[in-house]
């Protein structure tokens, strides 16, 4: 599950670990919900085992390009355009998160959102995600 904002560019890994206090088996159902509330989520995945991963094409994403100033290359001027633009477009993004239901054999049952989300921009954001990305971009040009 993201902790923090993650730029989803394709598939990612929905990672879970869920624990019964005495023991007891445990079923996880997994949701996404494609705002910041609480409600509407929609159902993945349901009675799996407590511990594993769920691999899950996110909607919408798509690779985002790192090359801001389109002359064909990752370099410094997409760093300048990034920086032009810092933290202005951080809300405009859709972004999912996740949500998983844990239950026990006697009924009980815990819950818990990830922190953060999977965000599926049109462009590089010009946030921390996206400054990462367009260092990774410009090492493997
Ligand atoms: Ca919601
Ligand atoms: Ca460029």
Known sequence: ???APALAEGEVQIVRKAEDADGDAVKVDLYYDADERPGGEVLLA???PAEGRLPWTVPGAKPVP???S???T???PDLLQLALHW??????APG??????AFNAKGAMDQARS???WLTPDTLPATREGLLRLMEGWKSR
Do not use: C, K
Request: glycine letters at 10%; hydrophobic letters at 40%; a negative charge.
């Open 115 to 117: 922190p953060g989300a």
């Open 1 to 3: 599950m993201p902790t």
């Open 74 to 76: 990752v370099d410094a």
């Open 70 to 72: 389109s002359n064909g």
């Open 66 to 68: 790192a090359d801001l």
């Open 96 to 101: 999912y998160r996740i949500m998983a239901r």
């Open 87 to 92: 933290e202005a477009n951080t809300q405009a």
């Open 46 to 48: 349901e009675g799996l």
